[in-house]
Nanobody, 120 residues
Framework: QVDLVESGGGLVQPGGSLRLSCAPSVSASSGNIGSFVTMGWYRQAPGKEREFVAVTTRYGDTNTADFAKGRFTIFREGDKNTVYLQMNSLSAEDTAVYYC?????????WGQGTQVTVSS
């Protein structure tokens, strides 16, 4: 597996924007797995189950949860193991810990999560 690290979370006011990033950590434990087939994001709000947010493949295909359509955009730099989540028009319901993942044909790696808090 690869150690993934998320960044970009924080406190934002309702209606604001954040861009989350996810990339392999620079460490000996990151391993060498080539390009992830898919990379994406899940989130988990307090007291709720983890839910799917968005996914992208190394070929550029994307899929986004209904609640995120029109507000969140996932993108990746070609087949690099780096993925971003641009989040606009944030509301309090988007408050959660956001987790990125990367999947090969045989295994999935996860990050530790980054907190996003939407509050005035």
């Amino acid at each position: 597996q690869v150690d993934l690290v998320e960044s970009g979370g924080g406190l934002v006011q309702p209606g604001g924007s954040l861009r989350l990033s996810c990339a392999p950590s620079v460490s000996a434990s990151s391993g060498n797995i080539g390009s992830f087939v898919t990379m994406g994001w899940y989130r988990q709000a307090p007291g709720k189950e983890r839910e799917f947010v968005a996914v992208t493949t190394r070929y550029g295909d994307t899929n986004t949860a209904d609640f995120a359509k029109g507000r969140f955009t996932i993108f990746r730099e070609g087949d690099k193991n780096t993925v971003y989540l641009q989040m606009n028009s944030l509301s309090a319901e988007d408050t959660a810990v956001y987790y990125c993942y990367g999947a090969t044909l045989s295994e999935t790696s996860w990050g530790q999560g980054t907190q996003v808090t939407v509050s005035s």
